[in-house]
């Protein structure tokens, strides 16, 4: 917009700056304002984010497992933070749903059939030179990083992989293990 006249006095320049420093101070002054307002309403607020969630999962809840799927495995932090607070805040709950999946484990171990011994295990451990198959680390190297090498299911038991030594190769499990990071995912690292 022009408004004619090029020549603006100095003074009124100057008035304009103290207009928007004002301004900037009024806008910082709002801001503080929403900030304290929020904080006193936490709440509250965050009781009607978590229904306004429920509402959507309700409506909706294939797509937004499907995307929480994806954001979880873009960024698994905020995810493992909240679980381990849950677990933290429900010890009982926490225990009760371990032995449940252990439960669950056993019984599909001997529903797919198979089983093998201690000393198989250790056969195939030498046969594979004591190596981790994802990260191809000894199992010396992996007691000094706190692993240990464990039997991993090739198809896993959920995926009706059966409980024989056939299906099994060491990945070391522990902090960072590749055990750990693996999941129910079929994964065949000798092949792969
Ligand atoms: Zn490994």
Redesign the pocket.
Known sequence: MHTGGNCVPSIVTQNLQNDERNTLRIGDKINEQKRAWYQANIERERAHHRVRERQRWQENPEKLRVQARIRNAHNPEPNRKRVKAWQLAHPERFREQLRVHKQKRRARKKGNGGSWTAKEWATLKRQYGYY??????TERE?QALG?KLVPDHIVALDRGGLNIVENLQP??HGKG???NRKGNKYVDFVIS
């Open positions: 981790c198959v994802g990260c191809w680390k992996l692993r990945l070391c293990g590749c055990n």
